[in-house]
């Protein structure tokens, strides 16, 4: 197996276009991401045909990061692992601060760094030089040069950075707007929304054209691996602990966000994974145990989502049976009385909590990032939050007393606030979960006998 890393002097460096034509170019890739995100996996699994992975050692510690690339390179011929942000970009300003970089020292994997070319020259090596010297820990192997005229301006600028940086250039990347991927608030378009065959026969093309792949793939590091699931101590008693239990998880246009670690954790368990669409089904599956509703845009599918009653009185009524119902970000807003549109339409969701939610214009600032959270119950995990909503209107709590949350949350500046609700056996609340943050929730989660 070989393994290489892929980041940016900045977000908006053309990383994930980078990414994304070598993903299309090369054979057998296992894919990666680098921290929370959902939406650039689905390009990933498109441009591949393998599940994307995300890495982040805030929500899951560095041996889980080693353990989830390891174990989900095995099979592949390269392992593709997209950053985020700049190379250098994390929480705070120390060196061990959960970016791209931390990660790459974790992984002991070569970096592509991927700059913006356009209105710059011989400056170009000094921005180069710069994340070279920064921290000289980093194994940065190669250079990609994006949004570049013409192959003359291209000659020009890979003389001056291989000239001042001893770093070679690796190709680039020609402005073409046909490269754009539209974007909306929670950032990229999804997959299946774009017309991807038409762009990875271009991103085919370019990569032929435009980058030396020979060399990429020498510059891509050799590594074995023998990590397994059963051989992982943080999660080897799980093995099987809950068989014959039905998970039904929402997967459609509306519910897509979801880490694969943690649905390939419950497999692990035992479990029998069963997919539904809360917009087409009719009803739940039968002899389900537990149902779990990730986030995604139910806000683009409201009308969809309202007038499908019959589903929602499944969901409330196996509510209502106790059955485990866990839910997060866009899942939470569904499960919520009502949902609020920024033109002022008003759509009813399942009512399972008694709060009506609505569309903000601009990102939650005061809910957004990576968040530490400790349940009611005692059980300590890491998440993030990330959504264009908020609660308008909160019946479920006392908010002059605070009780009734499931959720305290604080970052690591200090902040504080609370949320998650709890109703007869269902959860749910903002913040994504991921399960290897501790393991100890999803035992919990799966440990409900339904009536």
Not at 44 to 65: K, P, Q, R, W, Y
Request: charged fraction near 25%.
């Amino acid at each position: 197996m070989k393994k290489i890393l892929i980041s940016g002097t900045m977000s908006g460096s053309g990383k994930t276009t980078v990414s994304s034509i070598l993903m299309s170019a090369l054979e057998n890739v296992a894919p990666f991401k680098v921290g929370p995100d959902y939406i650039d996996l689905t390009h990933h699994e498109v441009f591949t045909g393998h599940h994307s992975h995300n890495l982040d050692i805030f929500m899951t510690d560095e041996d889980a990061v080693r353990q989830i690339f390891e174990m989900y390179s095995q099979g592949r011929d390269i392992s593709i692992v997209e950053g985020v942000m700049g190379l250098y970009d994390g929480i705070g300003n120390e060196k061990d601060n959960f970016s791209t970089a931390h990660l790459a020292r974790v992984l002991d994997i070569p970096v592509i760094l991927v700059v913006n070319a356009k209105a710059i020259s011989t400056s170009i090596a000094a921005e180069v030089l710069g994340f070279k010297m920064f921290d000289e820990r980093m194994n940065i192997k190669g250079v990609i040069l994006n949004n570049v005229s013409s192959q003359k301006l291209y000659e020009s600028l890979k003389e001056a950075v291989e000239k001042y940086t001893g770093i070679e250039c690796l190709g680039y990347i020609p402005r073409n707007e046909l490269l754009a991927t539209e974007s909306r608030h929670l950032g990229l378009k999804q997959a299946f929304e774009e017309d991807n065959a038409r762009k990875q026969e271009l991103f085919k093309e370019i990569a032929q054209n435009c980058l030396n792949l020979k060399r990429i793939k020498e510059i891509a590091q050799e590594f074995e691996s023998s990590r397994n699931m059963d051989n992982y101590a943080k999660i080897g008693h799980l093995k099987d602990k809950f068989k014959g239990k039905r998970v039904a998880i929402a997967r459609d246009e509306a519910f897509s966000f979801y880490y694969e670690a943690n649905i390939d954790l419950m497999k692990f368990c035992g479990v029998e994974i069963v997919e539904f669409s809360p917009i087409r089904d009719k009803e739940i599956p039968e002899n389900i145990d537990f149902i779990y509703f990730g986030g995604g845009y139910p806000e683009l599918f409201a009308k969809e989502l309202s007038e499908n009653i019959s589903m929602k009185n499944s969901i409330v009524e196996t509510c209502k049976n106790n059955v485990r119902i866990f839910a997060e970000c866009g899942g939470f807003m569904y499960l919520a009385k009502k949902l609020r549109l920024l033109n002022g339409e008003i759509f009813d969701m399942c009512g399972i909590f008694n709060i009506e939610i609505g569309m903000r214009k601009r990102l939650n600032i005061g809910r957004f990032g990576y968040v530490n959270i400790e349940t009611s119950n005692g059980i300590k995990l890491r998440g993030h939050e990330f959504h264009y909503s908020e609660i308008l209107e909160n019946n479920e709590v006392d908010r002059n007393n605070s009780k009734g949350y499931f959720y305290d949350i604080y970052k690591n500046n200090g902040k504080e606030w609370k949320c998650g609700y709890v109703k007869n056996n269902a959860i749910a609340g903002y913040p994504h979960i991921h399960f290897y943050s501790n393991v100890e929730f999803l035992e919990f989660l799966l440990n409900v006998k339904r009536n």
